[in-house]
Every structure is written in structure tokens, then in C-alpha cells.
């Protein structure tokens, strides 16, 4: 039964991505739906040949995300509250757009380095507001926990996507109302998705594509934060007032 249902959303979510996300289709419904079958489908298709076997794999560096998460230390899930977030399980999650999945994994560790200083963020205790409508979304609400229209009742609604030309992402302490804006000087996807597409139609392509992996993924984790991104510290929310950055 499982399988079916499964079955019934990959099939559900090709037919979306090849109409090109179709009028009545919004990318609040295809995220929801690429993340229900476990993974979020940046494209759905695979390109033929061996030519990307030549390319070798691209490399994926070892970065970890440290927070705390006390319910599961509390009802035996570890054994303690600190729990870590790996880049290999984010893109797991974020699907195969390894630049986005780094873009965003960034982001999130500058944000908790401007929120928290030395002090480890609480994963599902941050609410994201983001304008980037993609994977990215997905990799942001696992890593916070943060979660848009499904999930625990407690993170439902933690997940918000703001107008694409926003061009930003706000992650907000909820215990304090403390926030952090990251205003994106670039969209990843600008990138990746020309490669990706023609790389689907021919896979002779598949090499420009890991090498831009591999360059993009270095850029994103080793440049000054200044380059990436513009940050700014939202003070504590008043009473009436919103955190719109």
C-alpha cells in the first residue's frame, strides 16, 4: 500500500515538472509533494549515456551543523540533546542540485552563527521565511526542522516561502523573536538549472555539470560570508510587529 501511494506522488510529481509546474500546480504544492516521496525534485528525469561515468563523482565535502535537540534525548531517541546535520544528509534530502544544497547549508550556519554566537540553535525551535521557492526550502526545513504544511503540529507553519524577489531568507529564534535576515547576492539555480537541463536532454554534458559542482560547492563553503550573502540582525519582535526584514 505504501508503495502505491509512493508510486502515486512520483508519478504525480513527474507529470508536474514536465508541464514545467503547470497553472493551478504552486511550488508550495510541489514541494510538499517532492518532499512526501522523499526527496525534492529540482528536475525529474535522467539523462542517457556513460559520458557523466568518465566525469568522476563529485566530491562532497564533510561539514557538520552542531544543535541541540532535547525531545530526543528525552524520549530516547540519543543520547544526549546534541545531534548533528551533516552536508551528505542534507543533499539526501535536498535532492541532486549539490550547489543549492551547499548555498543553503551556508546559509543556515552563518544564520545560527549570527543568532547564537557560540550557543547551539534548538532545532524546531526556528522558523524560516524564505524566498527561494526550491530545494533550497527543503534543505533549510531539515536542517531547523522548520516545516510549511505538513509535519508536527508544533512546526507546522515554521516554514514560510516570501516572494521570489525578496531575494531573501529570515530565520527567527521563536523563544525570543530574535532574527537574522540573509539577503542572497546570487540564486544558485541561476547556475544549474541551463546545466541540468541540457546535461537531461544530452548526457555529453554531464562533465561541465561536475565541474561546476565541484567548483560551486568550494566557492559556497569557503568564500567570506560578504560574498554570499548580506546580513543583518533583527532585534527582538515587538508586540504587533512582524519580522518582514
Not at 561515468?53 to 563529485?58: P, R
Not at 530526543?72 to 551528505?88: K, P, R, V, Y
Amino acid at each position: 500500500m505504501e508503495n502505491q501511494i509512493r508510486k502515486s506522488l512520483r508519478d504525480k510529481l513527474m507529470a508536474m515538472t514536465a508541464a514545467g509546474a503547470p497553472a493551478g500546480c504552486s511550488r508550495r504544492h510541489f514541494i510538499t509533494v517532492a518532499a512526501a516521496i522523499g526527496g525534492s525534485g529540482c528536475l525529474v528525469a535522467a539523462g542517457g549515456g556513460t559520458e557523466w561515468k568518465a566525469a568522476g563523482a563529485v566530491r562532497i565535502p564533510h561539514a557538520v551543523i552542531r544543535m541541540r535537540s532535547p525531545n530526543s534525548a528525552l524520549f530516547g531517541i540519543t543520547q544526549d540533546d546534541i545531534i548533528e546535520i551533516t552536508f551528505a544528509e542534507v543533499l539526501k534530502v535536498h535532492g541532486y542540485c549539490a550547489g543549492g544544497a551547499a548555498f543553503a547549508f551556508r546559509m543556515a550556519h552563518e544564520a545560527f552563527r549570527a543568532l547564537y554566537g557560540g550557543r547551539l540553535p534548538v532545532r524546531h525551535a526556528i522558523q524560516v521565511k524564505t524566498s527561494h521557492h526550491c530545494c533550497q526550502a527543503a534543505a533549510l526545513a531539515y536542517i531547523t526542522g522548520a516545516r510549511g504544511e505538513f509535519g508536527a503540529f508544533g512546526q507546522q507553519g515554521d516554514l514560510e516561502l516570501l516572494p521570489e524577489e525578496e531575494k531573501k531568507t529570515l530565520f527567527i529564534d521563536k523563544p525570543t523573536g530574535r532574527s537574522v535576515a540573509l539577503r542572497m547576492h546570487f540564486n544558485p539555480h541561476d547556475t544549474f538549472e541551463p546545466l541540468f537541463k541540457k546535461t537531461i536532454k544530452d548526457a555529453k554534458f554531464a562533465p561541465e555539470v561536475h565541474r561546476a559542482l565541484n567548483e560551486k560547492i568550494s566557492e559556497y563553503f569557503t568564500a567570506p560570508a560578504e560574498n554570499l550573502f548580506d546580513i543583518s540582525i533583527i532585534g527582538k519582535r515587538q508586540r504587533g510587529q512582524s519580522n518582514s526584514g
